[in-house]
């Protein structure tokens, strides 16, 4: 049988699986986790196949997904280390900030890694994957991995050490903060809420729609939304002199500096510290 295992059933576990659904992935879905009401919940919404034992999963899997927090991944590869695998095998790690030097160390040949980053936008087909890969990886597995991700959306292949960069900036959460915050100020000024959340998406979902279906740069489509000396260059202007484009940044720059932090506690639990 050749399965998709994924190990944890948590938020992208479903978000993946509900876009794996969705374009009718045929192969069979796989899922192990720790905790039964979890799989009970993936089996009645997608019709995956359950396996509670964690090296019958393992066992089954000819792309091996491990979709668990990146301080559970040292004890995860620890569990798994202890049946030898004896044949090649394709995992995928979804851990943010865990490396794939990391990863060898916790589990090596003849396992080959790839990392993932993937948007839980994936559950409606329109998701964004960043993918890495080791070297070593054969031709067949490389293409099996992106196509099975091509399936949930967009693809881009970056060398790794871009990666954390590309975790703290592709993040759908940005929209949905940025929705939320423009909703509240909308409210604050005087609009009904229904009239703040119709008014906020538009702002925030029309100027992406239209960057995406024409071919202009987003300084031009800005400089034609913000005629100099009108209120929306006025609100933009009073944007940026709060320190805008500096706040992002910031935020950007403590994703990274978490990142780090995952990586560097696989270390230390790898080395015993």
Same mark, same amino acid.
């Given at each position: 049988?050749?399965?998709?295992?994924? =190990?944890?059933?948590?938020?992208?576990?479903?978000? /993946?699986?509900?876009?794996?659904?969705?374009?009718?992935?045929?192969?069979?879905?796989?899922?192990?986790?720790?905790?039964?009401?979890?799989?009970?919940?993936?089996? @009645?919404?997608?019709?995956?196949?359950?396996?509670?034992?964690? &090296?019958?999963?393992?066992?089954?899997?000819?792309? %091996?997904?491990?979709?668990?927090?990146?301080?559970?991944?040292?004890?995860?590869?620890?569990?798994?280390?202890?049946?030898?695998?004896? @044949?090649?095998?394709?995992?995928?790690?979804?851990? +943010?900030?865990?490396? %794939?030097?990391?990863?060898?160390?916790? /589990?090596?040949?003849?396992?080959?890694?790839?990392?993932?980053?993937?948007?839980?936008?994936?559950?409606?087909?329109?998701?964004?994957?960043?993918?890495?890969?080791? @070297?070593?990886?054969?031709?067949?597995?490389?293409?099996?991995?992106?196509? /099975?991700?091509?399936?949930?959306?967009?693809?881009?292949?970056?060398? !790794?050490?871009?990666?954390?960069?590309?975790?703290?900036?592709?993040?759908?959460? &940005? $929209?949905? &903060?940025?929705? +939320?915050?423009?909703?509240?100020?909308?409210?604050?000024?005087? =609009?009904?809420?229904?009239?703040? &959340?119709?008014?906020?998406?538009?702002? =925030?979902?029309?100027?992406?729609?239209?960057?995406? +279906?024409?071919?202009?740069?987003?300084? !031009?489509? /800005?400089?034609?939304?913000?005629?100099? $000396?009108?209120?929306?260059?006025?609100?933009?202007?009073?944007?940026?002199? +709060?320190?805008? !484009?500096?706040?992002?940044?910031?935020?950007?720059?403590?994703?990274?500096?978490?990142?780090?932090?995952?990586?560097?506690?696989?270390?230390?639990?790898?080395? $015993?510290?």
């Amino acid at each position: 049988m050749k399965a998709t295992v994924f =190990l944890g059933g948590g938020r992208i576990t479903s978000a /993946l699986v509900a876009g794996l659904r969705f374009a009718e992935y045929g192969p069979p879905i796989v899922v192990h986790d720790r905790h039964p009401e979890k799989l009970r919940k993936l089996k @009645r919404q997608y019709g995956i196949i359950v396996e509670p034992d964690l &090296h019958r999963a393992v066992e089954s899997a000819h792309v %091996l997904i491990v979709a668990v927090r990146p301080d559970s991944v040292r004890g995860l590869l620890k569990q798994i280390r202890t049946r030898n695998i004896r @044949r090649r095998l394709t995992a995928v790690s979804l851990a +943010a900030g865990v490396t %794939l030097a990391k990863l060898r160390a916790g /589990l090596g040949p003849p396992v080959r890694w790839a990392r993932a980053m993937p948007s839980p936008v994936c559950r409606t087909g329109q998701g964004l994957t960043a993918l890495t890969f080791e @070297r070593g990886l054969s031709k067949v597995a490389w293409a099996e991995v992106r196509d /099975l991700f091509a399936l949930v959306g967009t693809v881009l292949e970056i060398p !790794e050490r871009r990666f954390d960069a590309f975790t703290v900036t592709y993040s759908s959460s &940005h $929209g949905y &903060h940025a929705l +939320a915050a423009l909703i509240k100020a909308a409210e604050d000024v005087g =609009l009904d809420r229904k009239s703040a &959340h119709v008014a906020a998406a538009h702002a =925030l979902a029309d100027g992406i729609t239209a960057w995406r +279906a024409g071919n202009l740069p987003v300084k !031009e489509l /800005l400089q034609e939304a913000a005629t100099p $000396g009108g209120i929306a260059a006025t609100v933009m202007s009073s944007l940026d002199a +709060a320190g805008y !484009e500096k706040i992002i940044a910031r935020g950007l720059y403590a994703g990274i500096r978490q990142a780090k932090k995952n990586n560097k506690r696989v270390t230390n639990s790898l080395l $015993g510290r």
